[in-house]
DNA sequence: ATGACGCCCCATGGGCGA
């Protein structure tokens, strides 16, 4: 089963590369980020017509999460819990039966933190740094059910100098400070495992460039797409894959698909 | 030091992204 996670910048903005990307690559589970429309915006029917089942939560103009697959689901939750004042649609969780039981997939996309402010003490950067807690939280709770689990999206998180094209240039960014790196590490802590780090581990693996500045021409990445498994699902797990190709396509978004194999 | 690019919207420029 290939589960892949991608931030397409606009659904409406993405179709064509969407469906055209889903009948070449073929997977089975896709967490989609940054669909930027309000439930009734997303394409419901173009979707389902390729072989999918939808899950979306969505958000007027920005954020907005959704999975698709071509299993039904049995459960979909939307929202981290945590703060019930939160209105920003960053988080959609969805289980589906395998022949290896259950598999939950969560489709995410973590606060960006810019700016951080002069001493890390901006709103932006602590809702982050909250959000992290949140979702650290609600993953203790999923990994006590013992299930093939893949938390996936784009973290917003650069985890390694070897991330990142130019790590002095990062150093202050909310993606690459040392709170972010440290609530990143305590994540991992709890029993997660990085899908990259399993198999591939290499710099220089980017998953997103700016559109500014011949960002994709000159390779200046970072790779901030991530896939963190529970035990029982790194078990089954048989590889990862960065579809970098697809941001040399017409109108492409500025991160590429990534997508884990499992043997589900 | 800034802007560059692309997306959004009760638009025609400002907010946001990373």
């Known amino acids: ?15 064509h590369a969407l469906t055209a990307w889903l009948e070449s690559a073929k997977p089975d589970i896709v967490c989609l980020q940054e669909i930027k429309t309000v439930n009734e915006g997303f394409p419901h029917m173009e979707i389902e017509a390729l072989g999918y089942n939808v899950a979306v939560h969505g958000q007027k103009s920005y954020n907005g ?3 698709l697959s071509k299993l039904p689901f049995d459960e979909v939750n939307m929202r981290l819990p945590g703060d019930d004042t939160d209105e920003q649609a960053r ?6 039966s395998t022949d290896n039981g259950a598999l939950r997939v969560a489709s995410i996309y973590l606060p960006n933190g810019n700016p951080v402010g002069d001493h890390g003490d901006s709103e932006k950067y602590q809702y982050k740094l909250a959000w992290m807690r949140r979702l650290r939280e609600r993953a203790k709770t999923l990994l006590t059910y013992e299930e093939n689990l893949v938390l996936t999206g784009d973290y917003n998180v650069i985890p390694r100098d070897g991330d990142t094209h130019n790590p002095e240039g990062w150093r202050g960014d909310a993606a690459f400070r040392p709170e972010t790196h440290a609530e990143w590490n ?4 709890i029993g997660l495992y990085d899908l990259f780090d399993h198999f591939d581990g290499r710099d220089e693996q980017y998953t997103f460039w700016d559109y ?3 960002a994709w021409q000159n390779n200046n990445g ?7 498994c529970s035990a029982q699902a790194i078990d089954k797990a ?4 960065i579809d970098r190709d697809v ?11 990534v997508i884990g194999e499992f043997a589900f």
């Not at 988080?91 to 589906?96: K, S």
């Not at 048989?238 to 894959?241: A, D, L, S, V």
């Open 1 to 15: 089963m290939k589960i892949a996670t991608w931030n397409i910048n606009s659904i409406k903005a993405r179709m």
């Open 65 to 67: 999460v959704a999975i």
């Open 91 to 96: 988080y959609i969780e969805a289980v589906v």
């Open 186 to 189: 305590a994540l991992k802590f």
């Open 212 to 214: 500014q500045a011949g």
């Open 222 to 228: 970072i790779r901030i797409d991530h896939l963190l």
């Open 238 to 241: 048989r590889g990862i894959k």
């Open 247 to 257: 941001r040399n396509g017409v109108k492409p978004s500025d991160h590429v698909p």
